[in-house]
Nanobody, 129 residues
Framework: LQLVESGGGLVQPGGSLRLSCTVSAVSGYTLDYSAIGWFRQAPGKGREGVSYISHYDRSTYYADSVRGRFTISRANNKNTVDLQMDRLKPEDTAIYFC????????????????????WGQGIQVTVSS
């Protein structure tokens, strides 16, 4: 799969942004058969799993740091997976990536980057006044 993130930018603390991950099929493999994870990487830090949505049962997972503020959703007919980010904080500043996994992932492993086969290029999100 080919994945492209959009919707990033600069926002003030307390504000909102909506990121989109647009997925293009490769060799007949489509979003219908992929779980999608959103990750982020702040300067000097490792890549952190933010949220996940399954293609199998639409189950969702969230990192503790974003639960209650971020919401993940998918629209297979539009080939997109969105991440709605509300009540943003300066510590949410990072490059955000979406990634595709060809298997349903359980809660114990969804944040492991090696479980994902395809990655987008990433998009910057800056939360600052």
């Amino acid at each position: 799969l080919q994945l492209v993130e959009s919707g990033g930018g600069l926002v003030q603390p307390g504000g909102s942004l909506r990121l989109s991950c647009t997925v293009s099929a490769v060799s007949g493999y489509t979003l219908d058969y992929s779980a999608i994870g959103w990750f982020r990487q702040a300067p000097g830090k490792g890549r952190e799993g933010v949220s996940y949505i399954s293609h199998y049962d639409r189950s969702t997972y969230y990192a503790d740091s974003v639960r209650g503020r971020f919401t993940i959703s998918r629209a297979n007919n539009k080939n997109t997976v969105d991440l709605q980010m509300d009540r943003l904080k300066p510590e949410d500043t990072a490059i955000y990536f979406c990634a595709a996994a060809r298997s349903h992932l359980i809660q114990a492993v969804w944040q492991m980057t090696h479980m994902y086969e395809d990655w987008g290029q990433g998009i910057q999100v800056t939360v600052s006044s």
